[in-house]
């Protein structure tokens, strides 16, 4: 018996965009944990708890997808002071392992 897919397990990510890497393959800009659900950087900076996270960007140019709280945190938290955006991204780099291994067990089936 087939049953209907919620919508909230539909994840909306460009045609570009790489395929999801394996868990433990490098991290490849492919978006899918990020759109997903949110990590503790969303919860606790943006007050996301549901959905694809707002930080995540689109980079045609690199066909990524990247965080753009790494990327420039204060255009997503405007009340960061600039003299510390650069200590808070490699903070938020190490808190959420950017660019190491593929930790999401979501999977993406293009359709």
């Given at each position: ?77 405007p009340y960061l002071p600039r003299s510390l955006e650069a200590r ?19 999977e993406a089936v293009p359709k």
């Amino acid at each position: 018996m087939q049953t209907q897919r919620d919508l909230s397990d539909v994840i909306w990510l460009q045609v570009d965009a790489p395929a999801k890497p394996s868990l433990g393959e490098a991290c490849n800009g492919c978006g899918v944990c990020c759109a997903a659900e949110t990590c503790p950087v969303s919860r606790v900076f943006l007050w996301q708890w549901r959905g694809s996270c707002r930080a995540l960007e689109w980079h045609a140019d690199l066909k990524q997808y990247r965080c753009g709280m790494l990327l420039h945190a204060s255009h997503y938290l405007p009340y960061l002071p600039r003299s510390l955006e650069a200590r808070f991204q490699r903070w938020i780099r190490r808190w959420i392992a950017a660019d190491t291994a593929c930790d999401s067990p979501s999977e993406a089936v293009p359709k």
